[in-house]
């Protein structure tokens, strides 16, 4: 079963070149850095979101400036737990287009290179060049597509617990 499955993708990317698997690992690391974060949200970020609630309460002043200030300080570091590899997986949305289109580009190189030797427009030989072309394209914007709603959903939860905790956090006046 498993050696069925490597001998697949093995030809999914001989068909799609090596722009192909460039976007394939591209995608895996986005994905482990998208599960990252789920797993921080769901397991981890409670115990510090309740620990910096309690530090906070513990406070004796909570009305001065100097009040003020802390509070924003311990919103400010839970917000970058919070955040933490966000903008990294937002980065390798945008990059996954781009290695499509990469791959694009290699692939009617090829094409180009067929026409050049062989004279003609003959489709049978272009048809590798032509696949070469479409297929990064397709992985490179199924990628993408995946990646901008696991990271919306990731930054929309981010600003949620952010407003829950300034909340929680209110200054007393």
Known sequence: MFVEFF?????????????????????????????ERALYFFIWHKHFKNETIAKWNARQDK?????????QAMISRVSLRLNGPVPIIQALVALCPLLGLMGTVTGMIEVFDVMAISGSGNARSMASGVSKATIPT?????????GVFASTWLARISKTEKMHIEDAMAMEH
């Not at 090596?18 to 994905?31: D, N, S």
């Not at 009305?63 to 509070?71: K, L, Y």
């Open 7 to 35: 001998e697949a993708i093995r030809d999914f990317t001989e068909t799609g070149g090596q722009v192909l698997l460039v976007i394939g690992l591209l995608i895996f690391v986005m994905w482990l850095l998208i599960l």
């Open 63 to 71: 009305s001065s400036w100097f009040a003020e200030q802390i509070r």
């Open 138 to 146: 397709m992985a490179g914007m199924v990628g993408a597509l995946s």
